[in-house]
């Protein structure tokens, strides 16, 4: 059973996770931080081990209740409003956060996939779990990340992805300069760089679509996808602009992306 206590300072040893909310910090202590009821409840089906949990004292027996007994023997630290936005630096949206145990991140390609979504370098924590929740809700069935993309486990992108980064596979296979897609040509997948050239296909080609194996590939917010990344995918997509605008956020193309290459049954 949950041990609950009401935070008399804010320099106890226990707080420390949600004092010192650094992300690098935290995933270097082998944790990150779930937030909002919903978003704990999902980790928590995905397996991940709780550490603590800090609640805003009304939610003990209200929208927090089913998660505290859930959660088994830990400690569920309480206070009101005012005295956790002092604590964590911002306030809580949904009066809930809950330390997490981290779990070993995987480098593989994973088996089965038919469908993935690959990021170049992404480090927008808001676009990585806009993309992920896309993918996720548009039966995408992995995110692949080069190692310069923002870690998916920082508590604003699984905020804004919506716990969705633990409901869909993801792995991160290497550097962007690591031959990355080389790798997934050899895996049977068709690699779609997409970019603002004019050297494209159309974002409703039918090779897309019915491609057995699709990996389509995202670049970085400013300037894209690296030159070396188009010239070795197999085709370039681009798509169409009206009304003079040059190009999407990227977490929007990848949602038009995914819709429009989805595999037809």
């Known amino acids: 059973m949950a041990e609950i206590i009401e935070i008399g300072g804010l320099e106890a040893e226990g707080l420390a996770p949600y004092r010192d909310t650094a992300e690098l910090g935290l995933r270097a202590a082998g944790m990150f931080i779930a937030e909002s009821p919903k978003v704990i409840r999902t980790v928590l089906d995905a397996g991940y081990e709780p550490i603590s949990l800090l609640c805003e004292r009304k939610y003990i027996k209200g929208q927090a209740a089913d998660i505290i007994e859930r959660v088994g023997d830990i400690t569920v630290y309480s206070a009101d409003k005012e005295t956790l936005t002092e604590l964590t630096g911002f306030k809580l949206t949904q009066g809930v956060l809950c330390a997490m145990k981290r779990k070993p991140v995987s480098t593989d390609i994973p088996k089965g996939v038919q469908r993935v979504a690959v990021l170049e370098d992404i480090m927008n924590q808001t676009n990585i779990g806009a993309i992920f929740r896309s993918a996720a809700a548009i039966g995408v069935d992995a995110v692949l990340l080069t190692g310069g993309c923002s870690d998916p486990l920082f508590r604003r992108t699984i905020r804004v992805s919506m716990g969705t980064v633990f409901q869909i596979q993801w792995a991160y296979i290497g550097d962007a300069d690591s031959g990355y897609i080389e790798s997934l040509k050899a895996e049977g997948f068709l690699t779609a760089a997409m970019a603002l050239r004019d050297d494209t296909i159309g ?61 037809e049954v």
């Open 203 to 263: 974002i409703d080609d039918r090779r897309l679509k019915e491609a057995q194996k699709l990996a389509i590939v995202l670049g970085t917010e400013g300037d894209g996808l690296r030159s070396e990344t188009i010239a070795a995918c197999d085709v370039t997509v681009k798509i169409p602009m009206a009304h003079g605008v040059d190009s999407l956020n990227v977490a929007a193309a990848s949602a038009v992306a995914f819709w429009e290459t989805r595999r």
